[in-house]
């Protein structure tokens, strides 16, 4: 099997219907979600909702129930070794034997992956241990690593070979904000470079920065995929806009509420209100020339940004 398909598919991965259960008990039931290339994917989803079961599916670390599970448009049969090189994972808390130092620890993983070999692996690792803020302590034993810095490692044991796609299991867990901003910046990095993240995390406000997309999972089952204004858009009916107006009359009020697409429109304080709409266009100009014909100004509108908490939260009691 080739490394790279003749034919470039549009996703790095695609994953529908997976089922993966345990004897009677379901861990996953029907997930479904499609990593685009060259995006930052956000995987979300409360504890135990299966989004590790899932990301272990992908690896063969699990093997499927059922379902299908795409990898740059191959299904992963065998041992699948060109294919596995192209992908590159980090799961939850990574672990290493305690003793090895940081930079054995690449090195070693590196042969086991045949990443690279030689010369060549020994650069890799240095060179991965500065992207991750860890080349002051490539000669440190694992075992005397903080729980930010043993994130950092699994970092860079996922990013031996230069796979095309990186799943990351909770890669901010233990870092604090400057660790957390250096890894945006690190995975941001990598996909203006081409390549994919597929992203868990419960750092809500880091995906929401990160990541394009994100799919929502709970109890084992996909509840939606998009892009945050989707999930806003789902929760809401529509788009929210906050509009004050210089004097908001009864009769301005009145034609607003008349207006194509405008779902509702509510007062929100004095001259000022927040109008849903159905429809995805940019109404202020709209309500520029509605607000002069009735004599009055439109002082600002902006449209409203609905907390990813607020929305994963939202998502997660519908589907209880």
């Known amino acids: 099997m080739s490394a790279q398909s003749s034919a470039s598919p549009e996703f790095a991965l695609e994953v529908k219907n997976l089922m993966k259960s345990y004897g009677a008990y379901p861990g996953v039931w029907d997930v479904s979600l499609t990593v685009e290339q060259g995006t930052l994917h956000g995987f979300l989803g409360p504890n135990g909702s299966g989004k590790t079961t899932t990301m272990k599916c992908v690896m063969g670390l699990l093997h499927k129930t059922s379902g299908l599970i795409k990898v740059f448009g191959e299904e992963p049969h065998g041992d699948a070794r060109e294919l596995k090189k192209r992908v590159g994972y980090m799961p939850e808390s990574p672990s290493f034997p305690a003793y090895l130092k940081g930079r054995e620890v ?13 010369a060549r692996l020994r650069e890799e690792s240095r060179s991965l241990l500065q992207q991750v803020g860890l080349a002051d302590a490539a000669e440190k034993p694992f075992g005397k690593y903080s729980r930010g810095m043993q994130t950092r490692l699994g970092i860079a044991v996922a990013m031996l070979g230069k796979p095309d796609l990186l799943i990351l299991d909770e890669p901010t867990e233990g870092l604090d904000p400057v660790g957390v901003a250096d890894v945006r910046n690190l995975l941001e990095g990598l ?15 880091e995906v929401k920065q990160m990541c394009g997309k994100v799919t929502v999972v709970n109890k084992g089952r996909t509840v939606i995929e998009g892009s945050v204004e989707d999930l806003a858009k789902r929760l809401h009916g529509g788009i929210v806009y906050r509009a004050e107006f210089d004097s908001l009359a009864p009769d301005l009020m009145d034609e607003l509420k008349t207006v194509d697409g405008v779902s509702e429109v509510t007062s929100v304080e ?16 709209l309500l520029a020339r509605l607000a002069v014909k009735h004599g009055s100004l439109l002082l600002s509108c902006e449209r409203e940004e609905t907390p990813l908490e607020e929305l994963f939260i939202s998502l997660v009691k519908e589907n209880k």
């Open 106 to 118: 690449l090195i070693t993983y590196g042969r086991i992956r045949a990443a690279s070999d030689g």
């Open 191 to 205: 996909v203006s470079e081409g390549r994919s993240v597929l992203l868990s995390s419960h750092q809500l406000s």
């Open 270 to 285: 004095e001259d000022v209100v927040a109008v849903l709409i159905s429809k995805d266009y940019d109404v202020r100009p």
